[in-house]
């Protein structure tokens, strides 16, 4: 269980994840082998998975984003696996999700333009094995992107 340092730690390294292990002890107020400590435990323990660079593909000429509601055809055992060891695979997929219900997946498709998303679709999300329904919704812009839990 975390308890109150762990979060202090988790808060700054949220807001700045490319603070070092000195300036989190100066801003949490423990020394250095506390914070090294605290760190390789959560990490062990599965609390922090990794870091990872956000990179704003707008800025690299990725326009468009959309969204694709799909719904499988579950009539083979293996259709769920199939369907997303191929999505995997297409580069332009940037998420995939799971659900329950009506929608099986959703996937984040990402192009520099309308023409490309269209060869996308075409060439590579309508040739995912067991498709049932793919409904398709652009994104027009996003609110709210934030992944920091309110520690």
């Known amino acids: 269980m975390l308890d109150a340092d762990d979060r202090r730690i988790l808060r700054h390294l949220q807001a700045d994840p490319t ?6 002890a100066t801003l949490t107020g423990l020394t250095a082998a506390r914070v090294t400590r605290r760190l390789d435990k959560m990490r062990d ?6 870091q990872q660079a956000v990179i704003n593909w707008r800025a690299l000429g990725y326009a468009v984003e959309v969204s694709l509601r799909i ?20 580069p332009e997929v940037v998420e995939i999700q799971t659900f329950l219900g009506r929608v099986d997946v959703r996937l984040s ?8 998303y269209q060869r ?23 609110v709210k992107a934030d992944e920091a839990l309110p520690l």
């Open 19 to 24: 603070q070092g292990v000195p300036e989190l």
């Open 109 to 116: 498709v990402i192009a520099k333009d309308l023409d490309d």
């Open 45 to 50: 323990g599965g609390v922090i998975l990794g």
């Open 120 to 142: 996308i679709y075409r060439d590579q999300v309508m040739e995912l094995p067991h498709l049932a329904e793919v409904e398709a919704l652009m994104t027009v812009a996003t």
């Open 71 to 90: 719904t499988l055809d579950k009539t083979q055992a293996r259709a769920f696996d199939d369907f997303l060891q191929a999505a995997r695979a297409v």
